[in-house]
């Protein structure tokens, strides 16, 4: 099924889904979910973007309402912090009168009581969430060590009306613990409250079960809130008599309520309103006729995770308005004391997370000799890339605050001393022969990356490399390739690159004609297209198509299945020697061989312009004149075929391809997302 982004199916019905993100207002994404009540794609297309450009609408809506009138993440801290040891102080009591009755299990009671509030937290403030059948299902009761036998469901399902704590009596609660605050029980306040008061104290019953700091446990549930000095509550009664004397939240003025809401966002706010309601990223595009002109969701990924990077180097966080020239300071002091690999552990992404934390998580893996401390500080070239993309988000928010000063990012830009040339090093002809000399082309045993044996499967573990090496395409490029798109003219076989339902090309420089070389032929390639082609297959490589619910592209998926297992058997390769380095070693090569740079340029699907220049193009010339760039045809087939049979051979060791061995039927199917 074509991809359309934030929709899904229910049978044969298509679902728009979207999480919204609050940072530094509510803990969790609020997610909607809405029919879209229609079996046609195309129907389902447009009526997501419509939705998608709604909800944006809404989020601002919401955001400046949260702003104006909601609580403060110090306030929201402080309830957490309040509660939690308000609750120990009760449960002290609770557990002094179990122990004088003499009759009850402190331990098994304990745990009933976190499981009430665990429930609450979870599921609202309703008798179903202590429903005894939902709870016995609930995985995260199991996972908490709460497997309560039938008897003790029956019995927390009964604290619902018991005198101690009925349902309703929250509110009251909740009431008088915003009042003793001065702050307005709104319709949008009270409810946060209730959640935090609820999960405030299943908290603090865990660490009393467990008997583990309390001092902890509060400093982890409000280590995302800035902190605040917070006093012990008085008792009830003295809540109570201060009701009316607490001052409320004085209500905004007619100016404050005209704020714009793109001046109260944060970076990482911001940053989603952007990639959310540009045409160039929200989705619409995909699937249509300028789906070449979308920016695709690696960069999207990229230009996000540099405003998460501006936002946790800073020491409270602040909207991406009152960005100083002090704020980028930090973040670049910070480039310069991070591992190179932070970002790929799910606990970075936490909102906790800061800079300041990667810093010294890195100096203590050098200390563990779990990290090379030549892996600490990130490259020119990665910290040019956040603050361009920082830039980009700047300047884009400008344009809806127009008297905003522009931040001076040019001089945090870090000019790359190296030659183009050696950006990125090429691999050499000899690592190339050791890559193929591996068993999944030679023959495998058991295990395909390291056990040698005498099997050997023609998929796309073996053909993607090869048809990377002897094409200098990308990665992408071939992983996406279709049976159609493998095609013969003029008694030339080549693959035809272009966009199509299976991903889109870089630019359109990409969309170009290669052809398969002599060795490739010789290898089973043609031989392999046929035999996909009678099995029923579309695509060439269809056991690294992603799952229709994630947003990875094929490359990716042969990139984390199969390169990254290859690696480690290839002891010569340094570091920043990836696939993409193969393109470097075609253009150096056939430069090399004479190869001209204008079919060198045609064969890599390049513009070849200076100021547009890749690694793996350094090695082609700007055209000298315009005739050269803009009035000649592409290269012909024949003179690309000429240049693609110079390409140094590596794989004349690996015999005559005569008989083609695919994967089983089972085998060749979408990847399965990963769990978590």
Request: aromatic fraction near 8%; glycine fraction near 6%; charged fraction near 25%.
């Amino acid at each position: 099924m074509t991809k359309i982004q934030n929709v899904y199916r229910r049978g044969a019905m298509f679902w728009w889904r979207k999480s919204f993100y609050f940072e530094n207002l509510i803990s969790i994404p609020i997610t909607c979910s809405v029919g879209l009540r229609t079996t046609s794609v195309a129907i389902a297309r447009w009526r997501a973007a419509a939705m998608t450009k709604q909800s944006l609408e809404l989020k601002m809506s919401l955001h400046a309402q949260i702003k104006a009138h909601g609580m403060s993440a110090s306030q929201v801290g402080q309830i957490m912090s309040t509660s939690m040891r308000a609750y120990v102080h009760t449960l002290t009591h609770i557990e002094a009168g179990w122990k004088f009755d003499g009759e009850s299990d402190t331990a098994r009671d304990l745990a009933i009581y976190e499981g009430y509030w665990m429930a609450l937290s979870e599921h609202g403030l309703s008798a179903s969430a202590l429903d005894a059948k939902r709870l016995e299902k609930d995985p995260r009761f199991v996972g908490a060590g709460l497997d309560f036998t039938p008897e003790e469901l029956e019995r927390l399902q009964s604290l619902a009306t018991s005198p101690f704590a009925p349902l309703q009596a929250h509110k009251d609660e909740a009431e008088l613990l915003l009042a003793h605050m001065g702050i307005a029980a709104t319709p949008l306040n009270l409810p946060v409250a209730l959640n935090i008061l609820f999960d405030a104290r299943r908290r603090a019953t865990h660490a009393y079960r467990l008997n583990e700091s309390l001092d902890d446990a509060v400093a982890e549930a409000t280590r995302r809130f800035p902190q605040a000095p917070v006093a012990p509550p008085p008792p009830a009664a003295a809540v109570a008599d201060e009701v009316e004397a607490a001052p409320l939240l004085v209500q905004p003025t007619e100016v404050e309520t005209k704020v714009s809401p793109f001046a109260q966002m944060t970076p990482l706010e911001f940053a989603d309103h952007y990639l959310e309601s540009s045409p160039k990223t929200n989705g619409h595009r995909v699937g249509g006729k300028r789906a070449n002109t979308t920016i695709d969701e690696h960069t999207c990924r990229n230009k996000r995770w540099a405003a998460a990077l501006l936002q946790k180097s800073m020491e409270k966080v602040k909207v991406l308005a009152e960005v100083t020239n002090d704020d980028l300071i930090r973040l670049d002091g910070h480039f310069d004391k991070i591992s190179i690999h932070f970002g790929k552990a799910p606990h970075h992404k936490d909102d906790g997370f800061t800079l300041e934390m990667a810093a010294q998580e890195a100096l203590e893996k050098v200390d563990e000799a779990s990290l090379d401390a030549g892996d600490i500080g990130l490259s020119p070239l990665t910290t040019n890339k956040h603050f361009r993309y920082i830039r980009e988000l700047h300047d884009a928010l400008r344009e809806h605050l127009p008297a905003l000063p522009a931040l001076k990012i040019d001089k945090y830009i870090v000019a790359d001393a190296r030659d183009a040339r050696n950006a990125r090093d090429a691999l050499t002809v000899a690592q190339g022969k050791d890559i193929f000399n591996l068993p999944p082309w030679v023959g495998h045993g058991e295990d395909r990356y390291a056990s040698k044996g005498t099997q050997v499967i023609h998929d796309a573990l073996f053909y993607v490399l090869m048809l990377v090496w002897y094409s200098g395409a990308r990665r992408e490029e071939i992983c996406k390739l279709q049976i159609d798109d493998v095609r013969m003219e003029d008694g030339i076989h080549f693959i035809d690159i272009k966009n199509t339902d299976t991903g889109r090309v870089k630019n359109a420089k990409s969309v170009r004609r290669v052809p398969i070389c002599e060795e490739l032929q010789r290898l089973g390639f043609l031989r392999y297209r046929d035999a996909m082609f009678e099995a029923g297959e579309t695509l060439l490589f269809p056991e690294i198509q992603p799952s229709g619910d994630t947003k990875r592209s094929l490359g990716d998926v042969f990139y984390k299945v199969h390169w990254i297992y290859l690696k480690p058997f290839l002891p010569s390769l340094k570091r920043g020697q990836a696939m993409h380095s193969v393109r470097h070693t075609v253009a150096t090569e056939l430069k090399h061989r004479g190869v001209s740079s204008e079919v060198r340029r045609d064969l890599l699907g390049h513009s070849g312009a200076e100021d547009d220049a890749s690694p793996s193009t350094a090695a082609i010339k700007r055209p000298s004149n315009e005739t050269e760039s803009r009035y000649s045809k592409s290269s012909r087939l024949e003179t690309l075929k000429d240049a693609v049979d110079k390409i140094p051979i590596v794989t004349a060791h690996i015999a005559t391809v005569k008989t083609i061995n695919l994967l089983p039927t089972s085998a060749r199917r979408s990847r399965r997302k990963r769990d978590g």
